[in-house]
Every structure is written in C-alpha cells, then in structure tokens.
C-alpha cells in the first residue's frame, strides 16, 4: 500500500508546488476566507497550509488520508459534472507517501483540535492539539524517502518560484478570500479581500491596470470576465498570461489560440499578450478531469468557446474603455 501511495505520489505530487496547488484547492473546497502558506527552502523543507475552513472531525482525520477517501464525489454522476476542485481523493494519501506529514484540525463542533502525523509510513492516533476553526497541513522534507525523486527538483529559488506561481493563479482567482504567503520567515505576499481588479492590480501592479481594458460579455451560457492589457504592457514572455475557467487556471490549446488571434492585429505577433480572464460555463459543458495534476481542459464545443473568446477579447481591445 505504501509503494502504491510512492507511485501515484510522484504522479499527483511531482514538485512542492503541486503539493500547493492541492493544500490550496482543499482549503477552497473547504470554504475558507482566509489561507495562509509558509514555505521554507522551496517548500522542500518545508511547506504549511493553515485555512480557516470548515476543518476535519476527529474520526475523520484518518479517512482524510487514505487513498480514494473523498467527501466531495456521492456518485459516478456527479463525476460528470464536477464543480469543486478536488475529487479524487488521491492528494492528502500521496503527500503522505513522500513526506512527513501532520494534519491539525477543528470543526465548529469541536472545543478543541486534533492532531495525527505519519510516521515511517504509519499514522498516529489522534492527538488533543491547540487550533482555531479550520485546518493546518504540513509537509516537511518533500521526497525525503524517494530520493531519486528528490533529485529531480530543481533549486531552491527554482521550486520557491513555482510555489508563488501557483499561489498567485490561486490568489487571482479568489480576490473575496485573504492570503498570505511567507518564504524563509520573510513575507511575500499579504492581500486582504479585495474586488477582481483590486487583486489583479496587487498582483500584477497598477502598471497593468492601468494599461488593460475591462472585458465583460455574456453570450450562449458562457461568460467572460477580466482584464486584458493593451500593447503597452504587453511582454516578451508568456508570464502574464491567466486564464481561469470556472475558477481554476487552464492553459490550453483553444483558448490560447483564440486569445492570440485577437491580438493578432494589435501585437502582430510579436509579443506576448497579457491578460487575467475568466471563463464561465456550465460544467457539463467542460471536461476538467484530462490530468489530475495538469492545467488541461477538453471543452464540449471547442468551437464555439474559440469564437466567443476571440470576438469578445478582439472587440474589447478595439473599444478601449480606458
Ligand atoms: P479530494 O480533495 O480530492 O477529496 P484530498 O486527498 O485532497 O482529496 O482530500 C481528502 C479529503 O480530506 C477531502 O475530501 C476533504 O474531506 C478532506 N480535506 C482535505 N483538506 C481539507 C481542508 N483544508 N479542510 C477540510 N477538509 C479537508
Ligand atoms: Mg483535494
């Protein structure tokens, strides 16, 4: 069971920032306001989540850990039609394979927290701990026994800037929640709530507000939402490019290609747009479950999703509103 767990860990959990991307997800699921993430070398030593969600019941800390344990899916139907980000119940199990892991918690039932730890590959029982409502995972020494793995990561700064990517693709998409986040005790990011363009300007700075056009239209049951930056804040690299659809980050082949042809005129394709987007739609119409670890997507009617996305964000950027 546990060489199952490694196996599938390295599949799931290939980086720090995958842990992340999962520890931030659950907290999301969990409905939390506020979630703060402490990171110490890259996250390979280690790597704190703590949410003030709805937390894990005492006899459930144990179940949380376990492979295909997951509260979020009741039957195969709603595996068609997912709207919460995780389902698989693979994450917490996986983390656990590749790291010491402990889980603090404590429901709104609850005078007090729990505690359990893996150790060795075994998991503790639950100790009384000290906590608020909500919930504090952390990984410490990331792949510490599955070292060919642990040769595969790249340096410090290296898994420390994959860390921030995902916390900010987390932090854009979610500007009603706080976040922080510390590396090494320093802090990097503080946001308290803020509005969509509020968070957008924190994290990519006035420079990019000011030089973006609002994007806003609703059409066939999808919707989409944003701010998209004219030429003069456009990049060299494709490192301000975000597209969320339905709340998570996507990177896929239609909507880049669509996003590209409406600024076909604008850059001439020489640079790379900017933008921070968000495409809604209903979820049957959106296949989310390509990869679990991957920001892949098979949308329905890709076709219609390439026209709506290029004639809303091409007819934006020709009617500068700023
Ligand atoms: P999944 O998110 O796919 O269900 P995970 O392995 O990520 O699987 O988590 C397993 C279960 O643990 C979740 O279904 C949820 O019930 C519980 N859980 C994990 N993280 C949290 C959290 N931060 N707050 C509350 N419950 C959590
Ligand atoms: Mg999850």
Redesign the pocket.
Known sequence: ELLINQIAAGEVIDRPASALK??M???L??G?TDIAVQLESGGIKLLR?R?N????AKD?LA???QRH?????ATLDDLQCVSS??????????MAAVAQLSLS?RTAQEAHGWKVETMDGHLSEPAPAAHPH??S?ELRELYFNTPARRKFLKSEPTEFAWCEEVFRRVALSHPEISFSLTHNGKTIWQLPPHTPAGRVAAILGDEFGLAAVAVERQAAGFTLTGLAALPAYSRSSRDAQYFFVNGRFIRDKVSSHALRQAYQDILHGQRHPAFVLFLELPPERVDVNVHPAKSEVRFRDSQAIHSFLFHTVQDALAAPNA
């Open positions: 999962e520890l997800e659950n907290s699921d969990a939390a989540v949410d969600g709805g937390g894990i459930e179940l949380a850990l344990a997951t509260s979020k899916i980000m995780g389902f698989r119940g693979e994450a917490l199990a996986s918690s909500g919930t995972i």
